[in-house]
């Protein structure tokens, strides 16, 4: 197919989608049971709430004069962290949704975390995924993402939550359109939001009574009423910040027989402790958290000093069963601890077993590593944490694609637990998926820690889930710090697998130039180790890329050359794949002696080599070639036996492809019933993927019908 590229290399399993362009806002697979739209539910749970039923009335009032005007209601909460900004958020938020059925958008936009704010783009495309967006479909340049959110976003009444916002501009491309209600938490005051309409609402610490009124819920006995002036001091020492009361008093509820005397008299002496952790305002609230992590049993304060090391954004039992280490060490008891911190307020359950630190709280956890670890156990728990995430992708890597040929894993010393998948690779895409923000946030780090073919060999585990699930931002931040520690590492074969993986990356996002010269940087590595086998497969992606640029000659002369040295070099099922684009290009100029040639050698290496998605793609141009020769039989053969390949993987655009081969054989014989019927379900498949495909298929079927209906 000429100036267009669709390539997929390995098994395919499960649901596929392949098309080679996308356009517009069309919706692929984003419908609930019932058929509707599909509805997101991101929000995360609420908590319990200090009285703010005075700010809670003031956003009330303020959304409901928006939708008098213009619909659209944005609110900016600020305050200390701990004061409750996100709590009192989510409790509003969480009331609206009777008069916001179209679901609940929710990003944290990382103000305070170690990696920095998140970017506009990210989440923008995580947002168009919650909102039906297939990966592959999400546009790569910011300005086209955010008009296709706005374009979903026009006609749905959504809440939205932005936490822990840095800026006004970072805030400003994720407002969505119509009559929806966003919500935007900072330690900040945003001015700037003041032009798009922005109600603004600082929070300042609770008074005493409400302070004690939330401590005394926390606790449910009577030590506040039998010790009130206790109670006043106690909130007064926490600052009567929100998070700081719900700690103390976790702490109190655990032990009923305590008096808060004794709590006021220990977070009395621990004033002015912590001064790591210099955030203005907020002494008595580190008192406070060290006060709790010294309560806790050695285990608890074990796991919490050591996930205070760890970069990624949520953990569950596996990743702290592996921070703990220990061949005595289950995950069964890491689940037992992580409930001990869940029940200090230490941690937060963001649902499906998975937790979070608040960041003041993952703050004070990593100063306490700083303080009662040596530098060699930090540098071994992040090593150990490390290897599960590495291992537990490889994993998945091997159950999904057996094809990628996997460059050896080096993990440290000690012994690694790492997450089983069955064969049929579905859980093991799943698990890549939940794990991706993880995963890049060890990618990101893990070279600055020292630990540089950590991150390239981590990078090339994830190889499946890109491909599949494109995530083309993070495919391309991926693959530059896996190329940049690949070259840390002096390590030449980590650098060419970084190249050709993030090339093909690029020519997936139709940047062909970019991606010819990485297949060209990775060929002259491969030449001056030796590799030849290495060498010969970049003559299969250089072709692709001068195919994707129209320079036709060239891409036949690198798919010629790929044809004949990879089976000489011991990779028959790679000779497959160039033969398969040689009968691309030569369908696509009418050569179709040469078409046939190819798609039947083709065929037949993929098929004995174990890749029947990529032998179903080389029927299907067989069956091209058959119908442009005449021969209606043996073109009926190869495309029905392609299209039933392709129904059996829900491979739309290939299923697409062959129908439309079908409907030209039906027409051809007269029967033009079904020609109709296999425009007609073709049309219906291109129109969903949104390709340009799409307008042919339409075309015909109005030759031989008139436009279609519905």
């Not at 050591?306 to 596996?318: A, D, I, K, V």
């Not at 280490?325 to 998975?354: C, K, M, P």
Request: hydrophobic share 40%.
């Amino acid at each position: 197919m000429s100036g267009a590229h669709n390539d997929v290399s390995g098994t395919v399993e499960g649901p596929s989608i392949q098309a080679g362009a996308v356009y517009g806002g069309i919706r692929i697979g984003g419908a609930d049971a019932d058929g509707g739209p599909r509805s997101p539910w991101q929000l995360p749970p609420r908590v319990r709430m200090a009285d703010r039923a005075a700010e809670l009335e003031l956003l009330e009032r303020f959304r409901t004069r928006a939708m008098e005007e213009d619909g659209r209601t944005l609110v900016a909460v600020s305050g200390l962290g701990g004061v409750g900004k996100t709590v009192l958020s989510l409790a509003w938020l969480h009331r609206l949704r009777p008069h916001f059925p179209d679901g609940q958008l929710y990003a944290d936009l990382g103000a305070e975390s170690t990696g920095g704010p998140v970017g506009p783009a990210e989440v923008l495309g995580r947002f168009l995924r919650g909102l039906g967006v297939t990966p592959e479909r999400i546009p790569q340049a910011v300005d086209e993402r955010l008009a296709l959110y706005r374009s979903l976003t026009a006609q749905r009444r959504l809440v939205v939550l932005l936490d822990d916002a840095l800026t006004a501009a970072q805030v400003r491309p994720l407002l969505p359109s119509g009559r929806s209600v966003t919500a935007v938490t900072s330690r900040w005051r945003l001015p700037g939001l003041s032009v798009d309409g922005c109600c603004p609402v600082h929070l300042e610490p609770l008074d005493t009574e409400a302070a004690v009124e939330l401590l005394a819920s926390t606790l449910d006995d009577d030590r506040v009423d039998n010790e009130p002036d206790q109670a006043r001091t106690l909130v007064d020492l926490c600052a009567r910040l929100p998070l700081a009361v719900r700690v103390a008093g976790a702490r109190l509820a655990a032990r009923p027989r305590r008096p808060l005397t004794t709590m006021v008299r220990a977070l009395t002496e621990e004033r002015g402790r912590l001064a790591a952790l210099a955030i203005e305002g907020d002494h008595n609230v580190r008192a406070t958290l060290d006060l709790s992590y010294q309560e806790l049993p050695e285990a608890a304060r074990r796991l919490y000093r050591l996930l205070g090391l760890y970069p990624g954004p949520t953990f569950g039992s596996g990743v702290a069963a592996a921070v703990l280490g220990g061949s005595a060490q289950t995950q069964g008891d890491a689940s037992t601890v992580l409930d001990l911190l869940l029940d200090a307020n230490l941690i937060s359950d963001v649902g499906g077993e998975r937790f979070r630190f608040h960041e003041l709280v993952r703050l004070h956890a990593a100063a306490r590593a700083e303080e009662d670890e040596t530098a060699e156990v930090r540098e071994a728990a992040v090593r150990r944490v490390f290897d599960h995430l590495l291992a537990s992708a490889t994993n998945a890597e091997a159950a999904i694609d057996p094809h990628h040929r996997s460059l050896p894993r080096t993990l440290g010393p000690e012994p690694v637990e790492a997450e089983e998948f069955g064969e049929d690779g579905v859980g093991a895409l799943e698990w890549l998926e939940e794990e991706l923000a993880n995963l890049m946030a060890v990618v990101r780090r893990a070279r600055h820690l020292g630990l540089p073919t950590v991150t390239w060999q981590l990078v090339d585990a994830m190889w499946p889930l890109f491909t599949r699930h494109k995530h083309y931002d993070f495919w391309r931040t991926a693959h530059e710090e896996g190329l940049a520690a690949a070259r840390e590492c002096d390590d030449l074969a980590a650098q060419c697998r970084m190249l050709t993986s993030g090339g093909l990356g690029e020519l997936d996002m139709a940047r062909h130039t970019r991606a010819l010269e990485m297949f060209e940087q990775a060929a002259l590595l491969f030449r001056q180790q030796g590799d030849r086998l290495g060498h010969a497969r970049t003559h299969n992606y250089r072709g692709l890329a001068h195919q994707g640029l129209g320079q036709l000659d060239e891409a036949v002369g690198a798919f010629e050359l790929a044809a004949a040295e990879c089976p000489r070099w011991n990779d028959p099922r790679a000779g497959g794949l160039a033969r398969l684009n040689l009968a691309d290009v030569a369908v696509s100029r009418g050569r179709l002696e040469d078409a046939a040639d190819h798609a039947d050698t083709a065929r037949r290496i993929l098929l004995e080599h174990g890749d029947p998605y990529n032998a179903a793609r080389a029927a299907t141009l067989l069956g091209r070639a058959d119908l442009g020769r005449g021969r209606l039989d043996s073109a009926g053969v190869h495309l029905e036996s392609a299209l039933a390949t392709f129904r059996r993987m829900t491979a739309g655009f290939e299923t697409a492809r062959a129908l439309e081969g079908l409907a030209e054989l039906a027409q051809r014989r007269e029967k033009l019933q079904l020609a109709r019927e296999r425009y007609r379900e073709a049309l219906e498949l291109y129109t969903a993927l949104g390709v340009p495909a799409a307008e042919a298929a339409r075309e015909r079927l109005e030759q031989l019908q008139g436009p279609p209906t519905g």
